[in-house]
């Protein structure tokens, strides 16, 4: 049976194009975008309500921190809400926000194309920046979670010098020679060339 998307899972540091490359693929390509802080988003906001309005520099850290909380559960609640998620859509589905080799695990398991999106500290710098008009404290970068995209299994993408229309087809090429490959695997096995 032909495929007819991919879902997409991103990984990578911050700034390296995630949701440039998620909000394309929403846009462009009818994806719809998940993110697996939806639940700590959730918690968040119950457990520090006066941080809602906070800007995204003051709100990462104590998102972080719920998010390594919420991970230590077996099984994982952040992966048990986007299987609910994956059950009830009927489009690709698009998560900009891997953090570790288990999501990366889960995504692949459950028929994600796993991309690792990175880029220069000078570049994630500038578009941190340009994206939020500050940049996070030290703190941010020494989280676990925020390293942890580096020993995951996936296709690399260097955005470095990449403009964002770029990142995206590259992208684009990549969710493209997914499909053909698994179209070709499926019909060797329709046509018994492979056990």
């Not at 846009?27 to 802080?37: D, G, H």
């Not at 710098?125 to 299994?153: K, V």
Request: glycine share 6%; hydrophobic share 40%; charged share 30%.
């Amino acid at each position: 049976m032909e495929r007819r998307f991919q879902h997409v899972f991103l990984m990578g540091p911050m700034g390296a194009g995630k949701s440039t490359v998620a909000q394309y693929l929403r846009r462009e390509m009818s994806y719809v975008r998940y993110s697996l802080a939806t639940p700590v988003d959730a918690v968040l906001d119950i457990a520090a309500p006066w941080l809602k309005d906070a800007s995204k520099a003051v709100r990462r850290p104590y998102l972080q921190k719920v998010g390594r909380f919420l991970r230590e559960f077996k099984p994982n609640p952040l992966l048990l809400a986007a299987e609910e998620v994956l059950k009830h859509t009927v489009s690709p589905i698009v998560i900009d926000d891997g953090r570790t080799v288990e999501e990366a695990v889960w995504a692949d398991q459950h028929g994600f194309l796993v991309i690792i999106l990175t880029a220069s500290e000078f570049v994630r710098r500038r578009r941190i920046l340009a994206r939020d008009g500050e940049l996070p404290d030290g703190r941010t970068h020494e989280d676990m979670t925020e390293q942890q995209w580096q020993h995951a299994r996936g296709f690399l993408i260097d955005t470095s010098d990449l403009t964002e229309d770029e990142m995206c087809q590259m992208v684009c090429a990549a969710i493209e020679a997914r499909r053909l490959a698994m179209c070709k695997r499926e019909e060797r096995t329709a046509n018994g060339d492979e056990a």
